[in-house]
């Protein structure tokens, strides 16, 4: 069984920053990879970032530049760094990992960018 916790959402100004945390249970972080995605209001849910066990990462390109994902192995956490936020932005973002042919999602988090 893995759980996921996410953290870290909130309103926050365009231009401005937060930084999310999800934290997994379980031995088997480490060997994992992990993702974050978003859904917006009606709109369907969209790979943010993720990052393999050994750190590789990839972006999707609507957030290059601007959003950091990195791990913490010791810690069982991965983050989401948001730099430069938009509106267009704002969703509410799940944590994912994939395990034994099963995805496991966190609850999610709010985040609001205003205008």
């Known amino acids: 069984q893995v759980q996921l916790v996410e953290s870290g959402g909130g309103l926050v100004q365009a231009g401005g920053s937060l930084r999310l945390s999800c934290a997994a249970s379980?031995?088997?972080?480490?060997?994992?990879?992990m993702g974050w995605y978003r859904q917006a209001p009606g709109k369907q849910r969209e790979l943010v970032a993720s990052i393999t066990s050994s750190g590789f990462t990839n972006y999707a390109d609507s957030v290059k530049g601007r959003f950091t994902i990195s791990r913490d192995n010791a810690k069982n956490t991965v983050y989401l760094q948001m730099n430069s936020l938009k509106p267009e932005d704002t969703a509410v973002y799940y944590c994912?990992?994939?395990?034994?042919?099963?995805?496991?999602w966190g609850q999610g988090t709010q985040v609001t960018v205003s205008s």
């Open positions: 994912n990992t994939p395990f034994r042919a099963t995805d496991y």
């Open positions: 379980g031995s088997i972080f480490k060997f994992n990879a």
